[in-house]
Nanobody
Framework: QVQLVESGGGLVQPGGSLTLSCTAS????????MAWYRRTPGQERELIAA?????????YYADSVKGRFTISRHNATDAVYLEMNSLKPEDTAVYSC?????????WGQGTQVTVSP
């Protein structure tokens, strides 16, 4: 059973930074296509960043976060990170990581990020 756990959310002031982590039990994330999504109340879930399995392929960023957010993997810890800089109030959302392997998706519970003075 694959379980994803996000951490690192919290309250930050506009212009600040946070780094979210996604770790897994029951599998090795290196072989998964990994992505970060976010959702705000009343809005569709938004894909904001994705990194290919085994490092083969391009990294994707939504226009809304390009240049401010960075998705990365750390093989030693088998974690996927989302470094978020220059945060804006409109970045406030629940952020979730998603892993895909062999057409099967797995989701974490999400972590709240609030950007407010």
């Amino acid at each position: 059973q694959v379980q994803l756990v996000e951490s690192g959310g919290g309250l930050v002031q506009p212009g600040g930074s946070l780094t979210l982590s996604c770790t897994a039990s029951g599998t090795i994330l290196t072989h998964y296509h990994m992505a970060w999504y976010r959702r705000t109340p009343g809005q569709e879930r938004e894909l904001i960043a994705a990194t290919p399995a085994d490092g083969i392929g391009d990294i994707y960023y939504a226009d809304s976060v390009k240049g401010r957010f960075t998705i990365s993997r750390h093989n030693a810890t088998d974690a996927v990170y989302l470094e978020m800089n220059s945060l804006k109030p409109e970045d406030t959302a629940v952020y979730s990581c998603e892993a895909t392997y062999a057409f099967t998706q797995y989701w974490g519970q999400g972590t709240q990020v609030t950007v407010s003075p």
